[in-house]
């Protein structure tokens, strides 16, 4: 069985099960940002695709994106910024070397790549959020 589904997953003919509905998601998130907020800190939602989305020679976002369209719903319902590595990873030439050998663990370069990405959307809102402060007047 695993030598045919691992054929199946090359060839980009199989396919996860139907993702359920997440409704409770937008108020769980809602709840994480009010409590993130209420130490004073901001939240930032990362997704992370799943690897089989990038293996064999189909696209299949359209598969993925049941789950991936529930979670930007509620990221833009909440007004909480969103990472997202499944558009960043698409764009890029074979994003499969992203991810360990067997697993949907990242490897070394996709490691670097999400970090960077988070890092990138994090200094981006703290530059605009430090531009935003009222500076004293200066002295004469």
Known sequence: FGAL???ALQLGIAYPKVAPRQDEYVD????TKA????????????YIPAR???????????????????????AAKNNVPLIDLATLFRG???PDEFYGSEDSHFSESGAKVA??????KVSAK????ADA????????
């Open 5 to 7: 589904h691992n054929t």
């Open 28 to 31: 769980v998130l809602a709840r």
């Open 35 to 46: 409590l993130t907020e209420s130490w004073g800190g901001k939240l930032y939602l990362l």
């Open 52 to 74: 089989g989305r990038y293996v064999g020679i189909f696209n299949r976002d359209f598969v993925y994106d049941q789950v991936r369209s529930q979670v930007v719903a509620a």
């Open 92 to 94: 890029m030439s074979n």
């Open 115 to 120: 970090a960077e990405a988070v890092l990138e």
């Open 126 to 129: 703290s530059d605009r959020m």
């Open 133 to 140: 402060r009222p500076r004293p007047a200066p002295h004469p």
